[in-house]
């Protein structure tokens, strides 16, 4: 069975979205990161019972204006003995210029005690393309601790 690594959703960013620079708010960003990273690693581990760890070295890289069609996209780039790692980019529907980027962790926890446990899972045969957000996130790993 192929491994399920690489998720997409898609949004339309609305006036709620906006900061008031009327650009897509940081916040609003980091919330659907979160949801497709989410459910890039529930995917992957065929498992609900994940939590957000971190959000780790987002950034813009252009502003996004209301109206925009965005996909977000997550790929998972790490995998350890509970944590699932992902690597996501956030690009321009039409277009497909990427606007925003950042890093996410995931801990696999048992349901019953809400603790971090194993998730028997391993990364295999990672896109080459993805091997420079794999060490980008082992670096940014390796700050936190």
Known sequence: MEQKTTLKTYHMVMGADLNPRDNLYAGSCARYMVETGFLTVQAFLDSPHIV???????????????GTSVCFTGYIVYTGKTSVGVYMEL?????????????????????????????GKTLENIDPELLPYQKRYAALKSVRG
């Open 91 to 119: 690009t321009e529907m039409l277009g497909g210029s990427k606007a925003a980027e950042a890093y996410l962790t995931f801990v696999h926890i048992e349901e019953a005690t809400q603790r971090p446990t194993g998730h």
């Open 52 to 66: 957000c760890f971190g959000l780790t070295g987002m950034k813009f890289l252009k502003p996004v204006k209301k």
